[in-house]
């Protein structure tokens, strides 16, 4: 399904880009175009994004830790 016509960006593309290491969407913005145009694909974007994260496995080490 594409999410972004502007830039003819699928979810497959997202999806794919966010498992190479995209984890913000201004990294999906400047990797695959999506929001740079009329803005009408960020709300779906980011809930991929957000769904795409949430299914990864995080190790504690790499959450942010509270300034001391």
Do not use: F, W
């Not at 803005?39 to 769904?51: F, P, R, T, Y």
């Amino acid at each position: 399904m594409y999410v972004c016509l502007c830039k003819a960006v699928s979810d497959k593309a997202i999806k794919q880009h966010i498992a190479n290491g995209a984890c913000t969407m201004r990294e999906l913005k400047a990797g695959l175009g999506v929001g740079s145009q009329c803005g009408k694909c960020v709300c779906q974007a980011s809930a991929i994004l957000h769904n795409e994260l949430v299914k990864q496995p995080r190790d504690v080490n790499d959450l942010a830790k509270p300034a001391a």
